[in-house]
């Protein structure tokens, strides 16, 4: 009796192993939407908390010290362009560890 040996020229060993090939397919295209909503959450929230921050503190400062400028604004766009930056960079990383994914297999 041999163990660990397949025949792969049993029609139905062949049926079983396509049917698994589909089944883990629909699973990983399932999980992709899942983590494609995922990252647009975590890229919406990355971008809105250090605007929302610069924001607020911008206007702490523009009661404190009156100047001919909008700390604000200058704040909020700050606070944009940091959240900006953490997106991408958060983005960047789970594009590479997809990609690492993708050649081991």
């Known amino acids: 009796m041999e163990t660990g040996n397949t025949n792969d020229g049993n029609p139905f060993s062949k049926g079983v192993g396509d049917k698994e090939k589909l089944k ?3 699973q ?4 992709s939407a899942w983590f494609g909503l995922g990252m647009f959450g975590m890229v919406g ?9 610069g924001a607020a503190l911008g206007i702490k400062l523009d009661k404190i010290y009156h100047q001919s400028f909008s700390w604000t604004l200058t704040f ?11 997106a991408w960079h958060w983005i960047s990383k789970e594009h590479n560890a997809m990609n690492k994914e993708e050649k081991d297999e």
């Open 45 to 53: 929230w990355s971008v809105v908390v250090p605007t929302l921050l």
């Open 76 to 86: 909020l766009i700050t606070g944009l362009f940091i959240g900006c930056l953490i």
């Open 24 to 26: 883990l397919q629909a």
């Open 28 to 31: 990983k295209e399932q999980g």
